[in-house]
């Protein structure tokens, strides 16, 4: 650097003139700038970030602000903000994207809603980074919709595929993709997919697998069936779950024999079947809407087991009137609320 250069560094350092713009007037680099000054031992420019500094880093930026415009602010580099931000655990947004994302849609504690779209995902939907997509029919659109909205982006355009036969919707965002996966919803995960513990003990999140890959189906009796299709050790976490909320035997596990047998599919039919429409129907009241009308259907069936219960509430007590709880094996010509009632109702009739 020549004399009268380093002349006219030390006076716009002085002044306060920032390293870009001297550059710019020497023909340099904002980083050969620095280097110069640190040659001739001018003052440092930088100061340390305070506590004060980073609070006013977070309430700027949490207003909307970008860092760049942060930075602006409040005369700090734009890295030195973003450094700030980051050890203030401030969760920073990609700004100039063009969809909005509710990146902690996923986070813990998840709603009754999160786990059923966390059982939707584990089912239809595909993550490639942070690249998260649902894939449905173009008849499931609504569906694709209230997916968007749950994950804060409800004006995002959907992507045609299939011939224009199926429609994908889908986000970026890495802590999503991260809350995912600690679930067990990873890339290629059709043949291997197993749920997180806590995910395999939520309902929500096995209606959501059924509205994905499940079915309703009905006998000529009008007996109810359903079924979910999934890896061994989904179906292996679902079979468990069904024995224990509805109790019985355990569901048996068998092979669809399709890929080569590696996919899998769990049925409970009757009133093991009815009992399961009645809980889900229960947990979640938006659901898809075809498979929901079939749920509600297998939710009125009424085998030979709930016909009997309903029987012993037509019983009456013989000496009060009230509902007697008695099996229809335990129901003789009379019955009664309690031993005194039998007593009561035998002295009014004489003892006989």
């Not at 880093?57 to 980051?86: E, K, M, P, S």
Request: hydrophobic share 40%; proline share 4%.
């Amino acid at each position: 650097m020549a004399a009268g250069d380093e002349l006219v560094l030390r006076a716009r350092w002085k002044e306060g003139v920032t390293l870009k713009e001297i550059g710019a007037e020497l023909g340099l680099s904002a980083a050969s700038i620095c280097r110069h000054a640190q040659r001739l031992g001018l003052p440092p420019r930088s100061r340390k970030v305070r506590a004060p500094d980073r609070d006013e880093f977070r309430a700027l930026y949490l207003t909307g602000l970008t860092l760049a415009q942060v930075a602006a602010r409040t005369g700090f580099h734009h890295d030195t903000v973003r450094r700030a931000l980051l050890v203030s655990d401030v969760t920073l947004q990609n700004r100039s994207r063009k969809w909005p994302v509710r990146h902690d849609a996923f986070a813990d504690p998840l709603s009754a809603e999160g786990w059923y779209w966390l059982g939707m995902l584990a089912a239809d939907g595909c993550v490639r980074g942070p690249q998260i997509s649902l894939v449905q029919h173009g008849s499931r659109a609504a569906m694709l919709r209230r997916f968007l909205s749950f994950v804060g982006s409800p004006d995002r355009p959907f992507r045609v595929t299939n011939g224009g036969n199926g429609l994908i919707a889908d986000v970026s965002s890495q802590r999503m993709a991260a809350d995912l996966a600690r679930h067990g919803v990873v890339p290629r995960k059709s043949l291997t997919m197993k749920a997180s513990h806590v995910a395999a003990g939520e309902p929500g999140f096995w209606l959501g697998v059924f509205d994905g890959d499940g079915c309703c189906t009905f006998s000529k009796r009008g007996v109810p069936k359903i079924g979910i299709v999934g890896s061994r050790p989904l179906m292996t976490q679902f079979s468990e779950w069904l024995h224990a909320n509805l109790g019985d035997h355990r569901p048996a596990i068998g092979s669809v024999g399709r890929n080569g047998g590696e996919l899998y599919d769990v049925w409970v039919a009757g009133d093991r079947a009815r009992r399961l429409a009645e809980l889900w129907l229960a947990i979640y009241e938006v659901s898809l809407e075809c498979k929901r009308e079939r749920l509600e259907r297998a939710a009125l069936y009424e085998s030979q087991t709930t016909r009997a219960r309903l029987a012993v509430r037509r019983r009456r007590c013989d000496f009060c009137g009230a509902w007697v709880e008695r099996m229809p094996s335990q129901l003789l010509k009379h019955v009664f609320c309690s031993r005194s009632h039998y007593w009561a109702w035998k002295g009014s009739r004489g003892g006989s």
